[in-house]
């Protein structure tokens, strides 16, 4: 719920055997496997989380919701990787993963689990890996499937070329999730 943490992992940076709540406070990643692991669900009330990973960013062994905080985040493996259902409905959240058959953003395969977002900011690039978007959702979302190299600046406008948002690709990626 606060605090700071500064974490440099041989393995997961904070693995929880249940669920694993965030509710404040600073995490900074600077190493680590996956960065947040909990085999059960896991709830991002608030907070800065900085993660470095060599696989998934976050990964829920349920459902994973993301109510509000700062998430960013550098993997080679899947951004967030929900093995049940995924909620968002606040906060700020930029993922950098890798461009390979995982994807920025992932749920459970086969088993009818639901992707729904509700608010915030959601920049997730990576490998080409859609993911449905649940129609109760209450903010529009789109997917840019276009091969980009690290180092090009992306620029999101509207119809009426007013800017929405404006980011460096720190890697290269065949996907590109904005919502």
């Known amino acids: 719920n606060g605090g700071n943490m500064n974490i440099c992992a041989g393995d997961d940076g904070i693995h929880a055997e249940t669920d694993l709540t965030i509710g404040g406070g600073m995490i900074n990643i600077t190493k680590s496997y996956e960065g947040l692991e909990g085999k059960n669900t896991i709830t991002i009330n608030g907070g800065t989380i900085r993660l470095k990973c060599d696989d998934d960013s976050v990964n829920a062994g349920k459902d994973l919701t993301i109510n509000n905080g700062y998430i960013y985040a550098d993997c080679t493996g899947d951004g967030l990787d929900s093995n049940g259902n995924m909620t968002i409905s606040g906060g700020t959240i930029i993922i950098f993963s890798g461009n390979n058959a995982n994807g920025p953003l992932d749920i459970g395969d086969n088993g009818g689990y639901t992707f729904t977002i509700n608010g915030g900011t959601v920049i997730a690039t990576g490998g080409n890996m859609g993911i449905s978007i649940s129609t ?37 990626c065949s996907q590109i999730f904005y919502s």
């Open 136 to 172: 109760n959702s209450k903010q529009y979302s789109m997917y840019i499937n276009s091969s980009i190299a690290s180092n090009t600046l992306v620029n999101i406008s509207d119809a009426n070329s007013t800017e929405m948002t404006t980011f460096s690709m720190i890697k290269s």
